[in-house]
């Protein structure tokens, strides 16, 4: 049909597909270079790789399956293989086989994974006037079906959460788009299941699309913010605090900038923010485990927790400890273990990080 109306994917022709002889060779030469992080992308559905036309082929999980066996057999040594985009219209109108392929996913993936959903937009009217693929309830029944296959934890973190794109300037839009899209988030976070981050975007009409010459950018900027800081308020913070609970060990934190305090991120598709109130070295890689919650981001602290090197305003980051508790601790320092740190501290969610060998 042509497409969503902003879609430049059509510009390119019929799907092709690459073979997975093709892609295991491309990936055995990466990882003969030493690249040990991979992402399948470039594609807008995931789910119906080698699937055929159509509007929503029905995705072939054997396909999938084979694909992911043969980048595993072509880089043994790999520490990441994420994903990018999948389609929940989809996995409503196929449910059963998208099942499948999720499987195929996870069996062979590594966790922290994100499934990409182009939903846009939670409103009927502008669903229709720009041919997208999944209306709220459907988009909805792909979040639960994701959580079921990919919400369990590994190494901490849940293997598959889906991540949600909303784009804001989309013909049709009016004030009562962004509070539908609100009461969709509201939807999400009130069911118990999981999103991994939203992204909220402005609409870029690219020449050739019908959204080029058919748009609302620049109608409602005031609602476009309000919308976006409620998001990130409202949803995104007690979001992070159910996907990366306190205690959270977070594995290969990369430490990208150094300071008083540090940020870093672990490799993967949508990586987590990370910010360690401790200085650490630029390019350094280390677990942390997650101590408080921004609306984007982490606060974490490497692991182990070394309780009696810490400097104090980290000490007071520990959960439940604070300012006054953080000065105790640090008074009573060495601490000989955790019956000495719990006599002050009590128990916390990291305790299973804390260490107590003295500097």
């Not at 594609?43 to 054997?62: A, T």
């Not at 041919?131 to 079921?148: F, Q, T």
Request: aromatic fraction near 6%.
């Amino acid at each position: 049909t042509g497409g969503c109306s902003f879609c430049t994917e059509p510009f390119s022709g019929p799907p092709r597909y690459r073979s997975i002889e093709g892609i295991a060779d491309e990936v055995r030469a990466l990882s003969l270079s030493g690249a040990r992080h991979f992402r399948l992308g470039r594609q807008p559905d995931l789910l119906v790789y080698g699937s055929g036309r159509g509007e929503f082929p029905v995705p072939r999980p054997e396909l999938l399956d084979q694909l992911f066996r043969e980048v595993r057999a072509a880089a043994p040594d790999l520490k990441t293989l994420h994903i990018d985009n999948i389609n929940p219209g989809t996995i409503a109108r196929h449910e059963d086989a998208s099942r499948e392929g999720l499987r195929a996913i996870v069996r062979h993936h590594t966790p922290g994974d994100v499934a990409a959903f182009g939903m846009e937009t939670a409103d009927p009217a502008v669903i229709r006037e720009n041919n997208l693929k999944a209306g709220p309830d459907e988009v909805m029944r792909a979040v639960s079906v994701v959580n079921d296959e990919g919400a369990d934890r590994k190494r901490g973190v849940p293997e598959l959460l889906p991540g949600l794109n909303f784009i804001a300037g989309l013909a049709g839009e009016t004030r009562k788009t962004y509070e539908l899209n609100e009461q969709f988030l509201s939807r999400v976070l009130a069911s118990g299941l999981l999103v991994r981050r939203v992204n909220i975007r402005q609409l870029m009409p690219f020449e050739g699309t019908r959204a080029y010459g058919k748009n609302t950018l620049g109608k409602y900027p005031a609602v476009f913010r309000s919308f976006k800081e409620n998001v990130r308020k409202s949803f995104d913070l007690p979001m992070l605090r159910k996907v990366f609970p306190a205690g959270t060990v977070l594995s290969d934190v990369i430490i990208e900038k150094e300071g008083q305090t540090s940020f870093g991120r672990p490799m993967g598709s949508y990586p987590i923010l990370v910010g360690l109130p401790v200085r650490i070295a630029a390019r350094s890689v280390t677990d942390a485990v997650v101590v408080d919650h921004g609306m984007r981001s982490v606060t974490a602290l490497p692991v182990p927790v070394r309780v009696n090197e810490l400097p104090l305003n980290a000490l007071g980051w520990i959960p439940g400890v604070g300012r006054k508790r953080a000065g105790r601790l640090a008074a009573a320092r060495p601490l000989k273990n955790l019956e000495d740190f719990r006599a002050v501290a009590g128990k916390t969610p990291i305790d299973p990080c804390l260490s107590f060998t003295s500097p």
